[in-house]
Every structure is written in structure tokens, then in C-alpha cells.
């Protein structure tokens, strides 16, 4: 009797002290507070960043190289797209070290992500600062993972205020120089292979302005399920991936943003294999960097999701590819008319049922 009454009253003292927890947890401190620090994402990723600086003096001269690259590699790239509109222009190229490719990326992330925590603020209060300082940590590490081992990217300036003025395609050279280094490539093929990689992607908004009102149109939708507009229960389900009209649009870009990539890859694959010396030696390596990934990375990609966006992309290569072999660029660059004709997901494994779908329908494509 007296063991019984001698638990309860452990159970009892144990449940008031995870009563008091709780409660102070959420107990208000006064004020606000944002959900997301994005000065101490920047410090948490920077520490992750091995030679995060590279001279202004280095950057200066391997952007002059890309630049020049960029110019003889411009005109087969649009011989094989099939050309831009008269008038319109590519980016320039620039060069990045680790750092400035973090406070990009954080640009980038802000333009997305500020809007939804300036109508998101909430009481001040302990679990509140728990949860910053974890979301902080977590995004700071993977941009401090990614930042390592990027090579290029193409900026389309999504929810900017001049989106067309501020865009930008970069290759970060610290990595570049890295990966040439340690995998013994030749430098100045593996700058081109890159170069037509994101010139293609500079090529696929410059080309097709629907693109970019496509995709943002699609943001706002999935951004405007988490503000306060949305009601409680909504929000909750929003940022569980849940409702079905966020479902139905995260499907249709998945389905552009596959082809976005797969399209760049053939690209640079047909055209690399044309004009690089060295390119069956940058295909090897490259299959060997997706693949040689250590156990840490191996998780890293697999919890954050990459893993299942790598997978979509290669989905993506490979109805590109499929396509454009069995008939050929201009077929496959029916997919570029809009957003109608871009391939759905369940397409992307069946490029024969797009094909039937857009080519021999022709002007009538299926909602």
C-alpha cells in the first residue's frame, strides 16, 4: 500500500514538474519574435565553410575566363535550343567564392521565406526560442553542406522587385577549382561543361517569359496557405504538405522543375561531347561525385529531401533525352510553349504519353 502511495506520489510530483515545464515554456516573455534569424543561419553556415574566401584578385580573373567561355559557347548553345527572341540577352557570368554563394543563397531565401514571417510573428516565449534556434541550426548546416559542393547556378530572380534586371548565372570557382584539383580534370573543359549548363537554364526564362510568372504564380499559391489569410487549421496543414490544391501545384512544378534540369543536362551532355576534348573523362566523374557520397552524406541527403529532387532531375534527363532521340529538339521544345505543354509528373516515366499528348494533339494539348 504504502509502495502504491509512494509512486502516485512520484507521478504526481513528476506530472507537476512537466506541468510547470510546459508552462513556462510557453509562458509569453513579451513581444514578438520571428521564427527565423537569418544572422545566425549566416554564422552557423559560415562555420561550415572550409575557405570560405576566395581573393577578389582570383575571383576577378576566373570571371573574365567564364565570360570569354561564355561568348564562344553562346552561339552553338542557341543553334541547338533554337535561339532567343530578337532583342533579349543572356546574363553574364559571374564569379563566387563559398561566401558570397551563402549570402546569395540567403537573398534568395529571404525574398521566399520573409514575407510569410512578417505575417507570422509570434508571443515571445521559451519553446519559441527553442524552435529558432533549431530551425536556425539546421538551415545554417545545410547551406554550410551545400555550400561545399556546388558548382553552378542560375538565379532567375523568383519574387524579386526587378526580376529581370537583377538575374544572374554563377559558377562558384572554390568548388570548381576544388573538384579539378582532386579529381584531376581538365580545368577549362570542365568551366565550359558547367558555362552550357546554366546558360541553358539563363536561356529557358529568357526565351519563355511564361516561365517566370508560372513558377511565381505557383510560390504565391503555397506561400498564401501559410499567412494569416489562411485559417488555423489550414496553416497547420499548409506546412504538413497536405491540402490538395498545394498538392496539385507542388506536382506541377515538380514536373517543370524536372524538365528545367533534365532539359540543361541534355544540353550539356549533346554539346559537351561535341565540343569538349575531355568530356567522356567529366561524365566519369561526375557519375562517380553523384555516387561516391560517404555515409554522412549519404544521410544528409536522404533526411533534408535531396535525395528525392536528384531522383525527379534524372527523371527529368531521362524523358529529355528519350524525347530528343526519338524525335528529335523541336519536339521536345514543344514542352517550352507553356504551362499546358510542360510534361506532369506521371509523364516524366512515359515520355510516349506526353508525346501523344502535346506533339500529335498538337495546338489542343490536354488541360
Request: a positive charge; zero cysteines; charged letters at 25%.
Amino acid at each position: 500500500m504504502r509502495r502504491r502511495v509512494g509512486r502516485a506520489a512520484l507521478f504526481g510530483v513528476l506530472a507537476g514538474l512537466a506541468t510547470a515545464a510546459v508552462a513556462e515554456a510557453v509562458r509569453p516573455r513579451g513581444g514578438t519574435a520571428m521564427l527565423v534569424d537569418w544572422d545566425d543561419i549566416r554564422l552557423a553556415a559560415r562555420a561550415r565553410l572550409e575557405s570560405p574566401e576566395t581573393s577578389a584578385a582570383s575571383l576577378a580573373a576566373a570571371q573574365k575566363q567564364y565570360r570569354s567561355m561564355a561568348a564562344t559557347l553562346e552561339k552553338p548553345m542557341l543553334d541547338f535550343v533554337g535561339g532567343l527572341p530578337a532583342g533579349v540577352k543572356l546574363p553574364k557570368f559571374e564569379a563566387l567564392d563559398r561566401e558570397a554563394w551563402l549570402d546569395l543563397n540567403l537573398t534568395i531565401l529571404g525574398r521566399v521565406i520573409d514575407p510569410i514571417l512578417g505575417a507570422g510573428r509570434v508571443p515571445n516565449s521559451l519553446i519559441v526560442e527553442v524552435g529558432r534556434a533549431g530551425l536556425n541550426r539546421y538551415v545554417g548546416f545545410m547551406l554550410g553542406f551545400l555550400g561545399r559542393r556546388v558548382l553552378g547556378q542560375f538565379d532567375p530572380q523568383l519574387l524579386g522587385a526587378e526580376p529581370i534586371a537583377g538575374e544572374g548565372v554563377y559558377l562558384v570557382e572554390t568548388n570548381v577549382e576544388e573538384w579539378a584539383r582532386t579529381a584531376e580534370l581538365p580545368g577549362e573543359d570542365l568551366r565550359r561543361w558547367l558555362i552550357l549548363h546554366e546558360m541553358t537554364h539563363a536561356w529557358q526564362f529568357a526565351a519563355h517569359p511564361w516561365l517566370r510568372t508560372e513558377m511565381e504564380e505557383s510560390i504565391k499559391v503555397l506561400l498564401e496557405s501559410t499567412t494569416k489569410k489562411a485559417a488555423p487549421a489550414a496553416r497547420v496543414a499548409a506546412f504538413a504538405g497536405i491540402l490538395p490544391a498545394q498538392w496539385r501545384v507542388m506536382r506541377r512544378m515538380q514536373g517543370t522543375m524536372s524538365l528545367v534540369e533534365g532539359y540543361s543536362n541534355l544540353v550539356m551532355n549533346e554539346l559537351g561531347a561535341k565540343l569538349l576534348p575531355g568530356f567522356e573523362r567529366l561524365e566519369e566523374a561526375y557519375r562517380m561525385r553523384s555516387s561516391g557520397k560517404s555515409v554522412l552524406e549519404l544521410l544528409i541527403w536522404k533526411l533534408s529531401g535531396l535525395d528525392l529532387k536528384l531522383q525527379q532531375y534524372r527523371r527529368g534527363e531521362a524523358f529529355a533525352k528519350a524525347v530528343f532521340d526519338a524525335h528529335g529538339m523541336a519536339t521536345l521544345n514543344l514542352a517550352w510553349q507553356g504551362p499546358k505543354t510542360m510534361p506532369k509528373i506521371e509523364e516524366l516515366g512515359n515520355p510516349e504519353r506526353w508525346y501523344r499528348r502535346v506533339a500529335v494533339r498538337g495546338s489542343r494539348p490536354a488541360p
